[in-house]
Structure formats: C-alpha cells, structure tokens
C-alpha cells in the first residue's frame, strides 16, 4: 500500500512539471518574437497563458500595454495586468507597478502610490525597490525627507549585491552625502559594483587612483578603469575621462588622435565637456532634462527592469 501511495505521489509530481512546459514554451516564443521586435507575435504567443495565470507572461502583456508595442498603448491594461501579476506573488510586478505610478503616464504626483508598492517589493528582497526607496527618502518622494532612511535603503540594497545600489551608496560616501565622507569605505563598495560590470563604479574609481583619493595613487590603474567602462560605450563620464587623459599625457604619452576619439564619443552621447573640447554645440533636445537624481536613479536601476520593459 505504502509503495502504491509513492508511486501516485511520483505520477503526480510528474503530471504536474510537465503541464509547466507548454507556458515556458510559450513565453520563450514570445520573448524570442519580442527580441525580433515582432510585437504582435509576441502579444498572441503569451496572451492565453496570461489568461491563465502565468506571471512572466502577465508582465509580458503589461510591458507591451505599457510602451504601445504591437497593441494600442493602454497604461490602465499595462496596470491591471501588473496587478494579477503581483496578485500571484510576482515581486517583479510590483516593483515594475511601483515604476510604473512613479514615472508613466498618469503618475500620481506625491509619489504615494509608488511608495506603497515598491515597499511591498522591498519587503519581499528586491534589491531595485530599496535602491528605490532610498531616492524617494533622500528626496521626499512619497514620504517624508529622511537622510537616515535613505542611506538604510541603499545599504540594504547594497547588502543584497545590487550593483547600482553599490554605486550609490560609494558616491555617497565619496561625496559626504547622507553620511561623513569616507573614500575608503567608497572604494570598498565601488569596488564591488565594478567587479559586477557597473559602468559608473568602475568610472568613479578611475578617478580615485587618478587622484589618489582613498586608494593608490595610479593613473595606470585610472586608465584600466576608465578604459573597461569607456569601452562599453554607454558611459559619457568613462570617455570624457580617457579624452582628459590622452590629452594632458597623464601616465601615458600626448595623444591627440586618441582624446579626438574619445571625446567625439562622449560628446555624441551629449556629454557637455567633451562638446566644449570639441567646439561643438549641440541642438537642445525638445524633451527638458531630468533632474540630476531622477538620471542618477535611471542609471542605478538599469539592470533592474525586464528587457520588454525598455
């Protein structure tokens, strides 16, 4: 009997993996069409199976919702697919609903709303919620001001191995911010954003050696960070920062060939300095520029959001 009762437990564990196959299966169709930009395909490939309750299919459909890609732009739909999502227990959904009240359209003004869903989030170990919440406390978004509170949450995140809440919490202390400034204690979490690929981290780093500020004093140590980053081609900072170099011969020889280079990256990525080398200038973008925390914010959470979500 016993031996019978394990056999029909077996059979049941089995019937119920294999009946997980079919919605992998169709969210990996969909995220695949997604990737080709083929965004019909991809909203037909997951919409039966976010019917039936798969989450990554449900944020799936939201970010679709969300950015008008295949479908009309609908953020009430975008919502509401994020809420059966985090409904089912998808910290990811409502980190993104969080995201979502903050900054899409519709937004409530105060923050409030936001707030309550990425502490939901943060509450549950999502490392880009306390990231998060750290800027609405060290702003008064959504809650009072509170430095205290703030530098909490980016250590918290920076605890949890989040590499943009690592390099906030460095520029923080390389900056006195929320706390006494302390350049060792910056180079110690810079640090191990950089070892994570942060762009920003390795960038600051590079002009800590190049300063000696906290850690040796090394402009070949400069240069290999500034390099890593530069080299990703996101980061303005990181190319201006190798144009500077090449230019003034620090550590290596003059080379105007290689500063042109460098600054014609960043300064067509709208870098200010790196246009003010070249003598150029820049048409205004139409769109007015985001507060310096709101880009920080962006900046810290890239790595955060589903790549549907982008």
């Given at each position: 009997?016993?031996?019978?009762?394990?056999?029909?437990?077996?059979?049941?564990?089995?019937?119920?993996?294999?009946?997980?196959?079919?919605?992998?299966?169709?969210?990996?169709?969909?995220?695949?069409?997604?990737?080709?930009?083929?965004?019909?395909?991809?909203?037909?490939?997951?919409?039966?199976?976010?019917?039936?309750?798969?989450?990554?299919?449900?944020?799936?459909?939201?970010?679709?919702?969300?950015?008008?890609?295949?479908?009309?732009?609908?953020?009430?739909?975008?919502?509401?697919?994020?809420?059966?999502?985090?409904?089912?227990?998808?910290?990811?959904?409502?980190?993104?609903?969080?995201?979502?009240?903050?900054?899409?359209?519709?937004?409530?003004?105060?923050?409030?709303?936001?707030?309550?869903?990425?502490?939901?989030?943060?509450?549950?170990?999502?490392?880009g919620?306390?990231?998060?919440?750290?800027?609405?406390?060290?702003?008064?978004?959504?809650?009072?001001?509170?430095?205290?509170?703030?530098?909490?949450s980016?250590?918290?995140?920076?605890?949890?191995?989040?590499?943009?809440?690592?390099?906030?919490?460095?520029?923080?202390?390389?900056?006195?911010?929320?706390?006494?400034?302390d350049?060792?204690?910056?180079?110690?979490?810079?640090?191990?954003?950089?070892?994570?690929?942060?762009?920003?981290?390795?960038?600051?780093?590079?002009?800590?050696?190049?300063?000696?500020?906290?850690?040796?004093?090394?402009?070949?140590?400069?240069?290999?960070?500034?390099?890593?980053?530069a080299?990703?081609?996101?980061?303005?900072?990181?190319?201006?920062?190798?144009?500077?170099?090449y230019?003034?011969?620090?550590?290596?020889?003059?080379?105007?060939?290689?500063?042109?280079?460098?600054?014609?990256?960043?300064?067509?990525?709208?870098?200010?300095?790196?246009?003010?080398?070249?003598?150029?200038?820049?048409?205004?973008?139409?769109?007015?520029?985001?507060?310096?925390?709101?880009?920080?914010?962006?900046?810290?959470l890239?790595?955060?959001?589903?790549?549907?979500?982008?």
């Amino acid at each position: 009997m016993e031996n019978l009762q394990m056999v029909v437990r077996g059979i049941f564990a089995f019937l119920v993996l294999i009946s997980a196959f079919p919605a992998l299966a169709d969210y990996e169709r969909a995220e695949g069409s997604h990737d080709r930009q083929q965004f019909k395909e991809a909203f037909n490939a997951c919409v039966k199976d976010a019917m039936a309750g798969e989450t990554r299919c449900q944020v799936m459909l939201a970010a679709l919702y969300n950015k008008g890609s295949g479908v009309d732009k609908d953020g009430e739909k975008a919502a509401a697919w994020l809420r059966k999502a985090a409904a089912q227990g998808s910290v990811t959904a409502e980190f993104l609903m969080g995201d979502m009240l903050f900054t899409g359209a519709g937004a409530d003004e105060d923050g409030r709303k936001a707030e309550e869903w990425l502490r939901k989030a943060a509450d549950r170990g999502h490392a880009g919620a306390w990231v998060y919440l750290g800027f609405f406390h060290e702003n008064g978004i959504g809650v009072n001001k509170d430095g205290k509170k703030a530098l909490a949450s980016f250590i918290k995140a920076a605890e949890l191995g989040h590499a943009g809440g690592q390099w906030i919490l460095g520029r923080r202390y390389y900056k006195g911010r929320l706390a006494a400034k302390d350049y060792k204690a910056a180079a110690a979490w810079l640090r191990k954003a950089a070892d994570q690929g942060h762009a920003g981290a390795q960038t600051l780093l590079g002009l800590m050696h190049e300063k000696g500020r906290g850690v040796e004093d090394s402009y070949e140590k400069a240069i290999g960070y500034y390099t890593i980053a530069a080299e990703k081609g996101l980061y303005a900072e990181a190319q201006f920062s190798l144009g500077r170099i090449y230019e003034g011969g620090k550590g290596v020889e003059v080379d105007h060939e290689q500063a042109l280079k460098w600054f014609r990256k960043a300064a067509d990525q709208g870098h200010a300095g790196a246009q003010h080398e070249l003598g150029v200038i820049h048409e205004a973008s139409a769109e007015p520029a985001l507060p310096a925390w709101r880009q920080e914010l962006r900046e810290a959470l890239e790595a955060d959001f589903p790549k549907e979500w982008k």
